[in-house]
């Protein structure tokens, strides 16, 4: 069965990007290539238990089982050994990523403390956008009194625009609900 926002994004986004765009061909339309999700474990005494931790509240948010990354050097001053495992890391393809940026948009993000929009300044230059969770706590998955200790996660929504703008544009027409940049000199809208 086709995901919601996978329907969405053929019916009404692709020929309202085709015009705003100004492509020729629907096919030009840039689509999300893929979602990756990761964490790292920073100190902890118990390392191999954070990890374990931090597997398992990916793969409770993404429903697949992550990679776990290692390091591949020693660092003295991070206390980290070549080989030792450092953080955990999913990417979502396909149906999982179209139902996980559903739920995302619609149940996660309004559950971020004080939302007021996602920033709309974190795009690389080609048109993929990084956002940073400070809290596991605000995914509907996972139980507040099951939570170990506190993780934080990386979004990097990968799309196959060329740009910034087209990047955006896609984001935005899918339901991101990004915050509005206020211009100097404009007072804010009540």
């Not at 492509?23 to 474990?41: A, E, F, G, R, Y």
């Not at 703008?165 to 609900?177: E, F, S, T, W």
Request: glycine share 8%; aromatic share 8%.
């Amino acid at each position: 069965m086709t995901p919601t926002l996978q329907t969405y994004y053929k019916d009404k986004v692709v020929p309202a990007l085709t015009e705003e765009l100004g492509c020729s061909n629907p096919h030009q339309v840039p689509t999300l290539d893929k979602i990756v999700v990761t964490t790292h474990i920073g100190k902890h005494n118990d390392r191999k238990q954070a990890v374990e931790d931090a597997v398992a509240e990916i793969s409770k948010i993404t429903g697949q089982k992550p990679s776990i990354s290692y390091a591949r050097k020693s660092v003295a001053n991070f206390k980290v050994r070549a080989g030792e495992a450092v953080g955990a890391r999913v990417t979502l393809r396909g149906n999982h990523m179209w139902e996980f940026l559903d739920r995302f948009i619609n149940v996660t993000a309004p559950n971020i403390r004080d939302f007021r929009g996602i920033t709309p300044k974190s795009f690389d230059g080609r048109g993929n956008y990084a956002l940073g969770i400070n809290d596991q706590s605000i995914f509907p998955e996972i139980e507040l009194d099951q939570i170990k200790r506190q993780l934080g996660f990386d979004l990097i929504f990968v799309t196959s625009a060329n740009n910034d703008d087209a990047g955006r544009a896609l984001l935005k027409a899918l339901g991101m609900p990004f915050r509005e940049i206020k211009k100097a000199g404009e007072e804010a809208a009540v």
